[in-house]
C-alpha cells in the first residue's frame, strides 16, 4: 500500500482554470506537507498542516489554497491557474513537528498549464 | 538566509566513488538529510545524520558532516548505473517545522 498518495500524476489543463491536487496518507501521521518543485528541480515548501491547522503558509499566492478535511488528508485547489504554476507538486507527510521525525513524500503531480 | 547550495552536476565512472557536496546556512539545524530523486519518481530519503555526529556510514552510502563549516557531503561507494538521479541534502529549518531543501546535483554514472 501506498504510504502517501496523489491524485492525479498528471494533470494538463488551460490558464485560467481551477484544479485540484488530492493528497491521503495512511501512516497516522498527524501532519502534511505540500512542496513545490520547479522546472529548475528547486523543490520549495508551500504549506504545513498538523492536525488539520495551518502552521506553515510561505508566501504563496492566495490562489493557491490548501484544505484539509482530517488530518489523513490535505487537498490543494489553485483557483485562475497561470503558465508559472507549471510544476511537480509533492505531497509529504511526517508523525509530529519535533525535529528528526522522517518526512514521507507522495510520488509527485505533474501540473502542465497551457 | 535558509539558502542551502549544492553543486549543480557530477558525473563519474561505474566502480568509482561520487561524492555529493553541500554547503547549509541554518546553525540551528540539528538533522540533515540525503534525498534521492529518480526521473518522473518521487523523494526516496537515503540517510540522515544528527547534528551531534560526524559522520554516518549505511552500506554504500557514509555521510560527513562539519558543524563548524556547516558543510555536508555523501559519499557512494562504487557507484553503479542504478545510482544516477538527482540527490537533495536538506535541514530542518524553521524550528523544526519545515525542511529546506538544496538545490540538488544531477549525478550521472557512465560505464
Redesign the interface.
Known sequence: DTAVSQTPKYLVTQMGNDKSIKCEQNLGHDTM?W?KQDSK?????MF?YNNKEL??N?TVPNRFSPKSPDKAHLNLHINSLELGDSAVY?C?SSQG????N???????SWLTVV | GEDVEQSLFLSVREGDSSVINCTYTDSSS??LYW?K?EPG?????LT?I?SNMDMKQDQRLTVLLNKKDKHLSLRIADTQTGDSA?Y?CAE?T?G??????G??TQLKVEL
Open positions: 506537507y512542496y528541480k528547486f523543490l520549495k515548501i504545513s502552521i506553515i510561505e509533492f509529504a513537528r519535533v525535529v528528526g522522517t518526512i514521507y513524500f507522495g510520488e509527485g | 540539528t538533522y534525498y530523486q519518481a518521487g523523494l526516496q530519503l540522515y544528527f538527482i537533495f530542518f524553521g523544526g517545522n519545515k525542511l529546506t531543501f538545490t540538488g
